[in-house]
């Protein structure tokens, strides 16, 4: 275990190199620190603005021991990192933040659901099911319809389908790819919230103002912040988070995306152990953002301001549309963020942008 807080001059690793590792390695830049990026493809946009890169995959051992050799603290830009490599580098004298533990419990659905609950967080009613009969059998008594999802490795809506009539559940098992799953009773939502939050070294707790998200398609398009939401739902989330973050013993930064229902009753869909993409508001609406709360917790720093000195709206830039940057740059209220992709496929993430009015 390395002595903390971590001086600047020491280097951080981080296992992903995509944009959350790019503007991770920013924020640590700003802070003294350098950075080791821990990733299998060639030229990811983090390693262009990182100090080191070991080429690799994430549990290749060699990989692993190079990375604990330049690095005494890791993090993770993506929850699909195996467990059992966060437990390689703790072995090997490696702080990793968050912990394997949160990693293990955000990759299953069912686990994620059930320590939430027993954490005293409310989610949607759910069943788990392994196999075709199992999930027709659970319908039986969750009711009709469910949203089936695969327990693991499902992300931006992928590996999920609505079931209408238990008779269904076989042939929508097959189609989300005959592997275990999870079937939810559907959130009869009035919006999507989410809360980003931070638990440093010692155990304290900073939360940022709640964000309302939009999605097209499975994807993030927009996200309003800080959200018009009343004191007590305010509060909710703010108990929420703290009781997330106590219960898994986290450090560092998380990203708990939220059902706001008719009543006002906030329940809890998903939780990413990670900076996240509802959170990009916070680089220019936030006095700290949570990229740079993300190291200075995981480096054992002082946790940041988390208020708002701004009205944002949020854009995610797809595919092309990043092609428009002349133009948003010329926007005195835009601030452009580009991720530095080579290839603009349909729809994947090219940047986003902030566009700012006062609070
Ligand atoms: P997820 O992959 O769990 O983040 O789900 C993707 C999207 O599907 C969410 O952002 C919601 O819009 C919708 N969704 C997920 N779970 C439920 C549910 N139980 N009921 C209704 N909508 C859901």
């Given at each position: 275990m390395p002595k903390l807080p971590l001086p600047p001059g020491s280097t951080i690793g981080i296992l992903g190199g995509g944009q959350l590792g790019r503007m991770l390695a920013l924020a640590a830049g700003r802070l003294?620190?350098?950075?080791?990026?821990?990733?299998?493809?060639?030229?990811?946009?983090?390693?262009?603005?990182?100090?080191?890169?070991?080429?690799?995959?994430?549990?290749?051992?060699?990989?692993?021991?190079?990375?604990?050799?330049?690095?005494?603290?890791?993090?993770?830009?993506?929850?699909n990192v195996p467990a059992a490599s966060v437990e390689h580098l703790t072995a090997l004298g490696v702080a990793v933040a968050p912990g394997a533990r949160a990693l293990a419990i955000a990759q299953d659905r069912v686990a994620e659901k059930t320590f939430l609950n027993e954490a005293g967080v409310a989610t949607v009613a759910f069943a788990a099911a392994d196999t075709a009969q199992a999930a027709q059998e659970a319908m039986a008594s969750l009711g009709a319809p469910v949203l089936m999802k695969t327990r693991r490795e499902g992300y931006d809506g992928k590996g999920q389908r609505w079931v209408e009539h238990a008779a269904e559940a076989p042939v929508a098992f097959e189609a989300v790819g005959a592997k275990p799953v999870i079937l939810e009773a559907p959130a009869n939502f009035v919006r999507e919230l989410?809360?980003?939050?931070?638990r440093g070294r010692g155990g304290e707790i900073a939360v940022y103002p709640l964000a309302e998200n939009h999605h097209e398609k499975g994807v993030l398009r927009r996200t309003y912040a800080p959200a018009k939401v009343t004191s007590e739902t305010a509060d909710q989330a703010e108990r929420i988070a703290a009781k997330i973050l106590s219960g898994l013993d986290y450090v560092g930064v998380i990203g708990i995306e939220l059902f706001e229902l008719a009543d006002g009753r906030l329940l809890v869909n998903e939780i990413a152990p990670r900076v996240h993409n509802t959170g990009h508001w916070t680089m220019d609406g936030c006095e700290v953002d949570q990229f740079e709360q993300h190291i200075r917790a995981v480096a054992g720093w002082p946790l940041g301001p988390t208020h708002a000195h701004a009205q944002v709206e949020m854009l995610n830039l797809l595919g092309k549309e990043a092609d428009a940057w002349a133009k948003l740059a010329?926007?005195?209220?835009?601030?452009?963020?580009?991720?530095?992709?080579?290839?603009?496929?349909?729809?994947?993430?090219?940047?986003?942008?902030?566009?700012?009015?006062?609070?």
């Open positions: 003294g620190f350098d950075v080791a990026i821990l990733e299998p493809e060639v030229g990811a946009p983090a390693t262009r603005v990182a100090a080191h890169t070991v080429v690799g995959a994430y549990d290749d051992p060699t990989a692993l021991a190079a990375l604990a050799k330049l690095a005494r603290v890791v993090t993770f830009e993506f929850e989410s809360v980003i939050a931070a010329g926007e005195p209220e835009t601030r452009v963020h580009l991720y530095g992709k080579r290839d603009a496929k349909p729809g994947r993430k090219m940047g986003h942008v902030n566009r700012l009015r006062p609070l």
